[in-house]
């Protein structure tokens, strides 16, 4: 059963920085777009940023540009987001999740493998 599982969470102080692991499990990430979303209490699942399988072609939310790099390790069969200059609106649980599609025009709804999580606290 394909199953993604995210690691990498933990606390942070503003300005800090984390990197978050995507690891795929009876699935072969290299063959899928990958998402990461997070989710913070009350809100609603908001997507952070994808990475495309083919051309690799990568899309951010506006909040996050410039600050985040997601990136393949294809050896490791792994997604990786590194997450720079972290701020306490960039709390919450973290996921990923797979699709097979290009990032480009994809629903959240559309993407399956969804893993339990990792959370993110940005607090001093």
């Known amino acids: 059963q394909a199953q993604l599982v995210e690691s990498g969470g933990g606390l942070v102080q503003p300005g800090g920085s984390l990197r978050l692991s995507c690891a795929g499990s009876?699935?072969?990430?290299?063959?899928?777009?990958i998402g990461w979303f997070r989710q913070a209490p009350g809100k609603e699942r908001e997507r952070v940023s994808c990475?495309?399988?083919?051309?690799?072609?990568?899309t951010y939310a506006d909040s996050v540009k410039g600050r985040f790099l997601i990136s393949r390790d294809n050896a490791k069969n792994t997604v990786l987001l590194q997450m720079n200059s972290l701020k306490p609106e960039d709390t919450g649980t973290y996921f990923c999740?797979?699709?097979?599609?290009?990032?480009?025009?994809?629903?959240?709804?559309?993407?399956?493998?969804w893993g339990q999580g990792t959370q993110v606290t940005v607090s001093s």
């Open positions: 999740a797979a699709v097979a599609s290009p990032c480009v025009g994809v629903d959240i709804r559309d993407f399956g493998a």
């Open positions: 009876g699935i072969t990430l290299d063959y899928y777009a």
């Open positions: 990475i495309s399988s083919r051309n690799g072609g990568t």
